[in-house]
């Protein structure tokens, strides 16, 4: 399995892939993008959708993962600790 990437870097990925072809225009007529789309999701106003991540080379994978517990704690009026809980 390859690695995965967040969002935040896949958008990295296209920053660094519109300076290579020439800037955002270039790339987004090469890969038949309008260019306000393609500034949408680089801005982060908008998620890479399919036609994007193709460009990339990228395919989207939804993950499911356990929830980490966290910690609950709830105090009284004088900020004394009443109770302390851990839920997921």
């Known amino acids: 399995m390859s690695a995965s990437l967040t969002e935040e870097e896949v958008v990295d990925r ?7 072809a020439g ?4 790339w987004a ?5 309008s260019v306000p789309y393609v ?3 680089v801005r982060k106003r908008r998620g890479p959708a399919a036609r994007i991540l193709e460009g990339l080379g990228l395919v989207r994978e939804v ?22 809980a851990e839920v997921l």
């Open 63 to 84: 993950r499911y993962v356990p929830r980490q517990p966290e910690t609950v704690t709830l105090y009284d009026r004088d900020g004394l600790t009443l109770i302390e």
């Open 23 to 26: 800037g955002q225009t270039a």
């Open 14 to 20: 296209l920053r660094a892939a519109c300076v290579e």
């Open 39 to 41: 500034n949408d999701v």
């Open 29 to 33: 007529a090469a890969h038949g993008l």
